[in-house]
């Protein structure tokens, strides 16, 4: 029993980094219809940046408030330079846009800080806390609350804000929602630039935890993928579920049956469902329209 | 003829080459890894430019085929010849088991399955290191011979995998034109229509799946075999990618395109190397850079402004 608990703890933990991840992809893919394989680099970018502007001195919130803009800034760049220009390609020319992005990316963080792995300090010391017989980090404290804030404000923006709902209008009908006044244009870099900036957050949030390395965003966004893809593509609050339920599963995977093969396990299961349920645990079964 | 005509040129080419750069690192090294690829490229294109779907798990069966081979050859002293067999049973099994199931996927969910599918197989390439040598690899698989030659320069992996080539392009050149390759190209327009046309469409995209994962995975036998040596880092995630870019960055579709595409990013690293630590930043820059001017592809955009250019030629004559 406490051995459950402890896996579960686990899970959600790692559920809610994926669950951030999958919330980024959601986002961008409601706005612009594009499957942003850049989306585990932003993680990546907030925490070097937050890493290394620690190093440099500066206090860790201000370390981590400059991160998160960086990541913005970043998002903003990819959405106006890369993706924007070519908004009339196919689905699979911006699925490699955004592939060569990540690698882009990912050379750049190469050329700045090398291979090497790094850490951030614990937010507020390493001293587990006991809970029912399990332990658990305080940064795990720290992720899991921090991805409920983030997920509640953003569910928030696009509930009761003008921009949240101009944003869920684009993913319904650009055309329509262009006709309305809204402009579709700020619209798609608001929602690069709220993916990366989630993104950048959730990367902060996990550094402590798990380290930093220049590729370590490329797992951490195909399980952000995996999380929007278990909701079903294209629902917000979904991502958010598939992402702890794909974390819970992947601890209790590593707990039961081998830690080696947890990837594979969670990939797994991920087949099984597109096998069994193509439309995601949450997303509405449509038919296709010709 | 004129349909082929692509197809003697390149061969004319090919069979030229090492005569004009007599061993030439770029020729015979490179040259060989970069038709490595070009069967791999074309043999994804039928399953992505012909039928309009997407894989971004090719590399399995790549690493199926080469993990067999090697596996076979060096644990149980397999002739490569059988061993090559058995990759290919493997790989037949394989795809024809997820080819029903992934295939009813369509556009980002058939993404997932299928990288899904390569991170799996991956993992137990990595992880079933009693059977596979795990991150290690497997060295000391020994050459293979083609009737009374042992193949083991590069000059003879050069010719081996240029006949390879020829062939499969061939092969794609003419599916093109059959019942098959026209099901296809209906596939891709759209599905419900092909549908509505009596093609059996859940079947012609599983053959055409079965059929460009069985010559990845013969490519991958001989990989294994030129190489000596297997390591999972070749068989990737990454590699995946790499092949869907040599398909798109040619130009979806064109047999030829993807010839372009494979042979562009074979010798990109080449030149790429001389940058040194701004390589992977290069590589990730055009890539993106090509896909956002020329979203049709290298070869498809070029090949068509030369043809209306030489339309436009004939045209101006004929007034």
Known sequence: MDLLLQFLLTGLTTGSIYALVGLGFAIIYNASDVVN??????????????????????????????????????????????????RNASVVSLIIITIGASIFFRGVALLIWGKEIYGLPHFSGEEPIRLLGATVLPQSIWVMAGTVVLVGAVKYFFDHTLAGKAMRACS?????????????????????????????????LVAPITYMTYDAGVMLGLKGFCAAILGGMGSSMGAVAGGLVLGVIEALGTGFISSGYKDAISFFIILLILFFRPSGLFGKSGGERV | MRRLSGFFGLAAVLAALPFLFPDNYYVTVVGTTAMIHVILAVALNLFMGYAGQISLGHAAFFGIGAYASAVLTTRYGLNPWLALGAGLVATYLVSLAISRPILRLK????????????????????QADTVTGGPDG??????????????DTDMEWYWTMGGLMLATILFSLNLSVSRMGRALFAIHGSEVAAQTMGIDT??????????????????????????????????????????????????????????????????????????????????????????????????????GFASRRLAAGRERRRC
Do not use: C, W
């Open chain 1, 172 to 204: 319904h009908n650009k055309r329509a929602a262009a006709l309305l006044g809204i402009d579709v244009k700020k619209i798609m870099l608001l929602s690069y630039g709220l993916s990366a900036g989630l993104g950048g957050l959730a990367g902060v």
């Open chain 1, 37 to 86: 394989f850049a989306q585990g680099e932003f993680l990546m970018i907030g925490a070097m940046s937050a890493i290394f502007l620690h190093r440099l001195g500066l206090p860790l919130p201000l370390a981590i408030a400059a991160a998160v803009a960086i990541s913005i800034a970043v998002g903003l760049l990819l959405e106006k330079l890369a993706i924007e220009p070519a």
């Open chain 2, 202 to 303: 859940p079947k012609v995209k599983s053959q055409v799946f079965i059929i460009s994962a069985l010559i990845t995975s013969l490519t991958g036998s001989l990989f294994a075999h030129q190489q000596s040596f297997v390591s999972p880092d070749s068989f990737g995630f990454f590699f995946s990618v790499e092949l869907v870019t040599m398909v798109v960055l040619g130009g979806m579709g064109s047999t030829f395109g993807a010839v372009v595409g494979a042979v562009l990013l074979s010798f990109l690293p080449e030149f790429l190397t001389v940058f040194e630590d701004y390589e992977v930043m290069i590589y990730g820059a055009i890539l993106m850079s090509i896909m956002i001017f020329l979203p049709s592809g290298l070869f498809v955009a070029v090949a």
């Open chain 2, 107 to 126: 556009g980002h969910y058939l993404a997932m399955a299928t990288l899904g599918f390569g991170i799996i197989v991956h993992i137990f390439l990595v």
């Open chain 2, 138 to 151: 497997l060295s000391g698989i020994p050459p293979m011979s083609l009737g009374p030659v042992v193949l």
